[in-house]
Nanobody
Framework: QVQLVESGGGLVQAGGSLRLSCAAS????????MGWFRQAPGKEREFVAA????????GYADSVKDRFTISRDNAKNTVYLQMNSLKLEDTGVYYC?????????????????WGQGTQVTVSS
């Protein structure tokens, strides 16, 4: 089972930027798609962005399109989320996980064990 470790969160003012990282333990990392998700207080976890195995195909939730960029470095077993123009509503715990594309076809049982996530707090 892959182990996922997210990092890079923090407190940032609205309009600012953060770059999240997710390190995966599996040697087969370069063979599967990855995604970022987030969970705001009192809300369900939601999809944010996904990237295919090679990095040549990406997809985003409408709420983050044109502000967030997902990328990956297969040599480092790491996927990134560059977040620009942050808004108050981007606040939440951010998680990464293995995905299949389209992500909407996945059920809870399809996901690997979730990591601890990384907290992103956007202040006014």
């Amino acid at each position: 089972q892959v182990q996922l470790v997210e990092s890079g969160g923090g407190l940032v003012q609205a309009g600012g930027s953060l770059r999240l990282s997710c390190a995966a333990s599996e040697r087969t990392f370069s063979t599967y798609a990855m995604g970022w998700f987030r969970q705001a207080p009192g809300k369900e976890r939601e999809f944010v962005a996904a990237i295919n195995w090679s990095g040549g195909r990406t997809g985003y939730a409408d709420s983050v399109k044109d502000r967030f960029t997902i990328s990956r470095d297969n040599a480092k077993n790491t996927v990134y989320l560059q977040m620009n123009s942050l808004k108050l509503e981007d606040t939440g715990v951010y998680y990464c996980n293995k995905v299949v594309i389209p992500v909407a076809t996945m059920t809870p049982a399809d996901f690997a064990s979730w990591g601890q996530g990384t907290q992103v707090t956007v202040s006014s």
